[in-house]
Structures are given as C-alpha cells and as structure tokens.
C-alpha cells in the first residue's frame, strides 16, 4: 500500500514509453482521486494517447508503475483492467457500427458480471438490457434506442462511445478526446452528460482534450503535458494563468 | 473479407422482445428438419446419400462459420479437424469395434482440444499468419493419415466403417441413416443457434468486428478466440464422425489442402455469419460438383470461379444478396399504397 493510497483510485508513477529512439512519454506521475475529473492537455504528440495506453495495457510501459486504489495493475492485458474498473475511449471512434446502440451497451456491460460459463449458460439477459436502457437514458439517446449505431451522427456515436466506457460500473473512465470533432450542439450535451455523470453519478474520469473552453468549464484539475513530461498541474485557473503554459501550449 | 454481416440471432439480447415471439430461426430450423426427415422419399440410394452428405458438410461449414464468418479467424484447418474425426470414428469402430457413440464423443472432444492448440497462433499475429499456421497443420495431418499405414491404411484407407445403430437396430439402410443425420443436423444447428443469442455470439461479433474495442470492454479476446476456434473445430470433427459412417470407407484424399480451401469457399458463398449461410453454401459445394461432374478435376477451379463471380455481385454470398432483394421488395412494398 501506497501513502497515497487512501483516497487515490488510479495512481500512475515515473511512466515512461520509449519508441526505439522517441520518448513518448518521460516520467509522468500523477494521481486521481475518488469523484474526480483531471484533465490531461497539451500539444499534438505530446504523448497523451500513448500515456492513456500504457495505463490501460494497451501498450507495455518502458519504466513506472500503475495502481489501482493502491494494487499494482501494470502490464495487465486490457480486457483484465476492464473488468477490474477501468473504462476507456480511444482518441479514434469505436462504436459497433453494426449492432444497435442498446446492443453496443449490452456488450460494453456484460463481461463485468458473473463467469463465462455463467455466460453461455445463465440467463440470457441477466439485467443487461436494463442497464443498458439506464445509460440510454441517462445520455438521453432513447429515441435512438434501437438504431444501428453505424446510422448515428458523428457526434450522437462519440456520445455512445462515452457512455459504453461508463458501463460495468467502473471505478474510473479515461476518455481520449471525447469532444474531437463534435459540433457546437452536441458538444454541450456531452459536457452537460459528462458533469451530470459526475455530480450525479459520482463518476470518476481522467479526460485527454484540445477544446481549451471544454476542458476548462468541465475538469477539476488539469495537467499539461509536454513532450512527455509533466509540465504543470493545478486548478483551471491556475493552469490559465501559468506563464510556462503560456508559452507551451496555449500562446502558440 | 468485408462482409460485416450479423448473424440473425446475434443482438436479440433483450429478452423481453425474444420471449414475446417465437424467433423465426427456430421455427426455421424445426421445419426444415422435418421436410427433410420426409425429403428422400422416393429418391432412391444415391439421391438419399447426396441429401445426406450435404447436411454432413452443412455441419462442417457451420463449425468454420463460427470461425470464421462470426470471429473472424481466418482458419485453412477444417478439412483437417473433419479428417480426424472421421479417422477416429474410423479406427476406433471399424479396428477397435467401439460403438459409434463414444467413437462420436472421441472425435467431438479430440478436435475441440486440439482446436484450442492450434488457435493459439491467432492469439498472436491475426490473419495471414494464422491461414499459414493452420495450411501447415492441414498438410501435417493429411501426412499422417497417409503415411501412417498401421493406423490410418494409408493409402488404401480404412473400409468396411459401420453405420451406428439405435434402440438395437443398425442403420444400414439409407433412409434410416440420413434420417439419423438429419437430427443429430438439428441438434448441431439449434446448439448455434443458442450459442449465437448469448452473450458469447455477441463476444464473437464483436472480436471479427474490432478486437481492440472489445477488450477494452472487459471480452476476454485470448479466451474467445480460443472458443471460437475450438467450438468451430469440434463441428469439423463431429462432420467427419457422421461422414465416415455414411460413406463407409475413407481415404486420406477428401482432407486435403483442397477441402480446407473447398469450405471456405462454401462459407463465403452461402453468405459469411449468416446462421443459415453454411446449407446454401454446402447445397453449392455438394451439388455443383455433381452436376460439374464432365469437367473432371477442373470442378474446383469452375466452383471457385463462381463464387468468385457471386463474391463480385455480392460480397455477403447467397444469402446476403436474398437479404438485399428481400430488403428492396420490402421497399417496394411499403411504397406502393
Ligand atoms: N506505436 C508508435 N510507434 C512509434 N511512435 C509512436 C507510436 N505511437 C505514438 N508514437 C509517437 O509518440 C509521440 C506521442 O504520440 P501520442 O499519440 O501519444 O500523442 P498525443 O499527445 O496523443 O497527440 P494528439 O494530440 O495528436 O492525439 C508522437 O511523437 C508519436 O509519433
Ligand atoms: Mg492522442
């Protein structure tokens, strides 16, 4: 157990990601608290996604560690971290264009209950649908209910894509970009559902965005990453005001 | 492949829609194996033994559409796991005189484990590499059966297979043998089925679709692909536990190279993840060679012609395109007051 471990759900220490010769991301500490919303920003290539994916297993980190309300997690494959709380976007949509957006939230929850014997053989449902349903209207996507995803707006999947990460009852959600390429409209139900997610919820989320205004109104905390290293960590405000951020990131 | 079809069955989740109608499948499935209970009536020997031998195949194409077509593993070992459990039913009836029930379980349990063992490499890298693993392992086995001759007869083959026998009687005579195959079809077809409305279908689905995503969602890519591709195996192996029987005597030749090929063509023709897709591309598999029969050996290259041609008209096979006629007649319909 970690001194930080009390309250502090995900916890990430001394990170780093080597490609061959480019360090991604060099020594990122940071940690998250219970009914928390952290922002990660900076410039493109900064390493954000690459960090989000060595958290999540996707990529084997080079060096640090990861905890989970003070376990290790790190190296566990992504489907394992899943399922023991961590929920995820990728900076790229991934919806099942196929299925029905009640279909894609069903096979976002129904991994996270039971055994796979109890799968094949259980009942067939077993409250998923419900759940389902729940989060449906939680992101007020009734009326889109049993359309196939693949028809949705782009920013109605971007909205379905958030909402499977929340499936499952996870103890916290890292969304990569939730907000890229979203319109105006879109764009203030999906913050309003992300902060009613939270307030209401007590939803805890890590969220990668370049929508300066988003991440600002939305998030708790903020960390500005640049070229893989932390660069500054505070309150909106105090990021705002930061004038090596200034320079970094939001001057240019 | 980019037929992104959805079995039928898949994404009935909600039980509160599935429970207040009979699913159509079912009804299907149950009808079907009724009409073909009667269907030989009158057909003589060999129409009885081409029925027969088309839902022989239809069993093994539906293994390898489970692979493949629902999971998208790219598999070149049906034929393979179709020929152990033939020579297992083979061996263990006709050399070892067990009954043809345990013989069945064998070859069920022997494929389906060494389906997990030779899925390991799709675990790996996805695609070509898994069709290059599994052709090595088609050749392998097709080796054996051939050089092994104290086991296996070799070249000769194994003859003089007995049919299984029920309640006492042998079902020797034609029609009582296809009748056999024709329920033990419906089992194999309504297990599916099943398999396909529960969450596994569903897992399936979503691992061909982006395997990425679907770990990130808590499926278990290293299990279900194992799953998928030993479920699949084990229909390979239960076809050959049916197909030795029915035709009596076999040799290495039917599971060769070829025949992995010959199914996935039968997969992709009778329309990729489709529940039924597997009957209309074994009905293709089974019946064009026979009326190809003049050409020779030129059959599999004219079969793969054509599902090449229907591949281009229609990427989803068979059913597919029904699917995109009916969907227009629908339209149609609906238009016209
Ligand atoms: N698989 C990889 N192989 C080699 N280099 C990579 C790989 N993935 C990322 N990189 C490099 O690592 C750096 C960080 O990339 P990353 O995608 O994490 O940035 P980001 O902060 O998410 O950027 P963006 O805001 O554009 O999404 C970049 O220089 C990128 O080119
Ligand atoms: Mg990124």
């Known amino acids: 157990m970690n001194a930080v471990a009390g309250n502090a759900v995900l916890e990430v220490s001394g990170l780093e990601k080597h490609f061959g010769g480019i360090k991604a991301v060099r020594g990122v500490s940071f940690s998250v608290r219970k009914g928390e919303i952290l922002g990660i920003i900076g410039p493109n290539g900064c390493g954000k996604s690459t960090l989000f994916n060595c958290i999540l297993g996707q990529l084997a980190p080079s060096a640090g560690t990861v905890r989970l309300n003070g376990e290790d997690v790190t190296g566990l494959r992504p489907s394992d971290l899943n399922r023991r709380g961590v929920g995820r976007t990728f900076q790229l949509l991934q919806v099942f264009p196929d299925l029905t957006v009640r279909e894609n939230l069903v096979l976002a929850g129904q991994e996270h209950h039971g055994t796979m014997m109890g799968r094949l053989f259980g009942p067939r449902d077993a409250g998923l649908s419900d759940a389902a349903d729940r989060m449906i209207g939680f992101f007020k996507l009734d009326h889109l209910a049993d359309a196939k995803a693949g028809g949705l707006s782009y920013g109605q999947q971007k909205l379905l894509d958030a909402a499977m990460a929340f499936m499952g009852g996870p103890q916290i959600v890292l969304l990569d970009e939730p907000a890229g390429g979203v319109n105006l409209t879109m764009l203030a139900s999906l913050k309003d559902r992300l902060r009613a997610m939270n307030d209401e919820l007590g939803a805890t989320f890590v969220v990668i965005e370049h929508n300066m205004e988003f991440v600002m109104s939305l998030c708790t905390r903020v960390i500005v990453l640049a070229e893989g290293k932390v660069l500054a960590e505070g309150t909106p405000a105090e990021v705002r005001a930061d004038p090596a951020v200034m320079e970094a990131y939001l001057g240019h | ?337």
Not at chain 2, 11 to 23: E, F, V, Y
Not at chain 2, 46 to 57: N, P
Not at chain 2, 80 to 100: D, H, N, Q, R
Not at chain 2, 107 to 120: K, Q
């Open chain 2, 1 to 337: 492949m980019n037929a992104r079809t959805d079995f039928a069955a898949v994404g009935q989740g909600a039980p509160r829609r599935a429970l207040s109608r009979i699913d159509p499948a079912l009804v299907s499935i149950v009808l079907a194996a009724a009409i073909l209970w009667f269907a030989p009536v009158g057909m003589g020997r060999y129409g009885t033994y081409v029925l027969t031998l088309w839902l022989v195949m239809a069993i093994a194409v539906m293994g390898l559409n489970l692979t493949l077509g629902v999971a998208g593993l790219k598999s070149l070992a049906q034929a393979a796991f179709m020929g152990i459990g033939a020579y297992t039913v083979g061996i263990l009836t006709a050399k070892a005189g067990m009954s043809w029930y345990p013989a069945f379980a064998i070859a069920t349990l022997a494929t389906f484990a060494m389906g997990i063992v030779v899925g390991f490499p799709a675990l790996r890298v996805r695609a070509h590499y898994l069709a290059f693993v599994t052709l090595a392992f088609t050749s392998l086995v097709w080796l054996v059966l051939r050089n092994e001759e104290w086991l296996t007869g070799g070249t000769f083959g194994l003859s003089n297979i007995p049919r299984p026998t029920l309640f006492g009687a042998r079902l020797d005579d034609a029609l009582s043998f296809h009748r056999f195959v024709v329920v033990v079809t419906m089992i194999l077809t309504l297990a599916i089925w099943w398999l396909l409305r529960s969450p596994w279908g569903r897992a399936f689905l979503a691992l061909r679709e982006n395997p990425v995503r679907a770990a990130s969602l808590g499926v278990d890519v290293r299990a279900y692909t194992l799953l998928a591709f030993a479920i699949g195996s084990a229909y390979g192996g239960m076809a050959g536990a049916l197909y030795a029987p029915l035709v009596e005597f076999i040799d290495p030749s039917p599971f060769a190279i070829s025949a992995s090929f010959f199914l996935l063509l039968m997969v992709v023709a009778g329309g990729s993840g489709y529940l039924f897709g597997p009957f209309v591309g074994a009905l293709l598999g089974v019946v064009l060679p026979e009326w190809l029969r003049f050409t020779g050996g030129l059959y599999l290259i004219i079969f793969a012609a054509i599902v090449l041609l229907l591949l281009i008209a229609c990427p989803k096979g068979v059913l597919g395109l029904a699917e995109m006629l009916w969907a227009r007649a629908a339209r149609l319909v609906r238009r016209t007051p």
